[in-house]
C-alpha cells in the first residue's frame, strides 16, 4: 500500500528558507519521484523532478532556489527551498513523476511579505 508523508512546511518570511520532506512506503519510491504545488484557485503544478539515477527538471519560477534530492535507502524526498517569495505560497505534496493517483496530505507553506 502507497502511503506518503510530507513534512517540514511553514509559515516563514520572504527571503527565507524552508525544508520539505517525504517519506514514502510502498513501490511508489521506485519510479521517479517530483514535488507539486496547489496555491489558492490554482491547479497543481509540478515544482522539481528528480530520477532514480539523479536526474532533475525544476520549474523555471523556482530555478536558482529550490533543490530536489532523494535518499533511495530511507524512501524519503527532500525539497530545500530557498529565497522563498510570497507566490511560493501554496501546499506542497510529493508524488511520482508523472503523478500517479497517489496523494499526501501536503505541507503548507505560507511566505509573507
Known amino acids: 500500500q502507497v502511503q506518503l508523508v510530507e513534512s517540514g512546511g511553514g509559515l516563514v518570511q520572504a527571503g527565507g528558507s524552508l525544508r520539505l520532506s517525504c517519506v514514502a512506503s510502498?513501490?511508489?519510491?521506485?519510479?521517479?519521484m517530483g514535488w507539486y504545488r496547489q496555491a489558492p484557485g490554482k491547479q497543481r503544478e509540478l515544482v522539481a523532478s528528480?530520477?532514480?539515477?539523479?536526474?532533475?527538471m525544476y520549474a523555471d519560477s523556482v530555478k536558482g532556489r529550490f533543490t530536489i534530492s532523494r535518499d533511495n535507502a530511507k524512501n524519503t524526498l527532500y525539497l530545500q527551498m530557498s529565497r522563498l517569495k510570497p507566490e511560493d505560497t501554496a501546499v506542497y505534496y510529493c508524488?511520482?513523476?508523472?503523478?500517479?493517483?497517489?496523494w499526501g496530505q501536503g505541507t503548507q507553506v505560507t511566505v509573507s511579505s
Open positions: 528528480i530520477t532514480n539515477s539523479g536526474n532533475i
Open positions: 510502498g513501490r511508489i519510491f521506485s519510479y521517479d
Open positions: 508524488n511520482s513523476f508523472p503523478m500517479r493517483n497517489y
